[in-house]
């Protein structure tokens, strides 16, 4: 029913910076949290960041202070500005948006880290 529309994924080079957009779409219902997930290769899929529409955000300790998600409400958009990048933030990040009764995923997008 909710398609999540992801942008920004590429290559970057250690202490640069990407900035992730994701865009819901196809739903009348409050979107009440936006945010991101990760899964690195052999690694399980962790909890990046997570924004409510109070503004309320939540953030993972290894990304804190490099990292800021917001939203816009009325477009019913989240975006993951992602700096200070390093090696080991490569993954595929996924968009994740829900209501009080039910939630979805985004397609996601590769961030390659690398020198």
């Known amino acids: 029913q909710v398609q999540l529309v992801e942008s920004g994924g590429g290559l970057v080079q250690p202490g640069g910076s990407l900035r992730l957009s994701c865009a819901a779409s196809g739903s009348l219902f409050r979107l009440l949290v936006m945010g991101w997930y990760r899964q690195a290769p052999g690694k399980q899929r962790e909890l990046v960041a997570a924004?409510?529409?109070?503004?309320?955000?939540n953030y993972a300790d290894s990304v804190k202070g490099r990292f800021t998600v917001s939203r816009d409400n009325a477009k019913n958009t989240v975006y993951l500005q992602m700096s200070s990048l390093k090696v080991e933030d490569t993954a595929v990040y996924y968009c994740y948006a829900a209501t009080t009764v039910n939630s979805w995923w985004g397609q996601g997008t590769q961030v390659t880290v690398s020198s």
């Open positions: 924004i409510t529409s109070g503004a309320s955000t």
